[in-house]
Structures are given as structure tokens and as C-alpha cells.
């Protein structure tokens, strides 16, 4: 039988998101994780936000039902979004490097306009 457990959280704001609706949520120093049996112990499966806390077991089921038809549509969507990248010829798709250096390059500009605002040259 699944139940949820609470425990301290050592990060205040940390973001995640909620293993029953998906939602994203903030966490502020307590957690609380749906926990599951597993083999010989009991396995934590993600944390809950407070809206599936207060909804209750029957409106948790509701709102994880909800959340799995959503994944169920945004599956195929991204199946459709494999079957296109496949025709992409690499000429047309970029790599990190590349994106990289340009971001490297940005920051050179930004930091020679700066300097030049300031009446140093290069």
C-alpha cells in the first residue's frame, strides 16, 4: 500500500515537480514523498504538492489520471516530433559547441562595448 511520508528538505525553494500530477511546486524545508513497497523495503517514488496532499487519496487518484492522459497525449506528439527529426539533414541541425562559441563570442563583444564605454580599448 502506497503512503506518504514526511521528511526534512535541506534546499528552501528547490523546485520539483509533483510524481502524482506533475505540477511544479517549491519546496520549503519539509517533503512529502509518496513511497511505495518495493522487494524488502519501502521505495520513495517522487515528492507530492500540497494540492495532492489536500485532495485527498481519491482526488490524488483523480488528479494522477488527469496527469497520465496528458502524458499519454504528449507521447504522441513527441513520437511525431521523432518521425520529423529523422528527415533533418545535419547540415540544418546545430551542435552545443556551436552554440557555445557563439554565446562565447556575445560575451566578447559585451565585454569590448563595455570597456569602450568606459574609455578603455583593447
Known sequence: MA???????????????????????????VAAMLMMPGADKRLGIGDVCPECLDAGPK?????????????????????????????????????SKQVKDLEDEGDRRIDLAQAQAHGFNE
Open 3 to 29: 503512503e506518504i511520508k514526511l521528511r526534512e528538505h535541506p534546499c528552501y525553494g528547490f523546485r520539483v515537480g509533483c510524481v502524482i500530477c506533475g505540477q511544479v511546486f517549491e519546496q520549503d524545508g
Open 59 to 95: 482526488g490524488a487518484a483523480e488528479r494522477a489520471r488527469g496527469y497520465a492522459v496528458y502524458l499519454r497525449e504528449r507521447a504522441g506528439k513527441v513520437d511525431d516530433l521523432a518521425v520529423l527529426l529523422e528527415d533533418v539533414p545535419f547540415s540544418a541541425w546545430a551542435t
